[in-house]
């Protein structure tokens, strides 16, 4: 019912910027905090950033603070994150997850899409 459908990723060189979507369908946007986590191959998934129901509120994992911005527009059912000074180990698989709080242990028992890949390349 509830489906979540990323998009935007690629192919950039470090220091670049990339903006991913992911559109919500089947529910009410607007009752989901929303979150984006990363994972490689052969290592642990990694929570990015997080954003409140009404996008009052923010929050992002250590590595990422000052480079990436979580956002949302209610009135599209799309979230994004925008990605800049982008380094090598910013590449992975790059999901979202809507959930009923914008808490990390409810966005990770919450609704999936599918991944996008981020390559950044030297």
């Known amino acids: 019912q509830v489906q979540l459908a990323e998009s935007g990723g690629g192919l950039v060189q470090a220091g670049g910027s990339l903006r991913l979507s992911c559109v919500v369908s089947?529910?009410?946007?607007?009752?989901?905090?929303m979150g984006w986590f990363r994972q490689n191959p052969g290592k642990e998934r990694e929570f990015v950033a997080a954003?409140?129901?009404?996008?009052?509120?923010?929050y992002y994992g250590d590595s990422v603070k000052g480079r990436f911005t979580i956002s949302r527009d209610n009135a599209k059912n799309t979230a994004y994150l925008q990605m800049n000074s982008l380094k090598p180990d910013d590449s992975a698989v790059y999901y979202c997850s809507a959930a009923g709080s914008m808490l990390l242990r409810a966005l990770e028992a919450g609704y999936w899409g599918q991944g996008t890949q981020v390559t950044v390349s030297s």
């Open positions: 089947g529910g009410t946007f607007s009752s989901y905090g």
């Open positions: 954003i409140s129901k009404s996008g009052s509120t923010t």
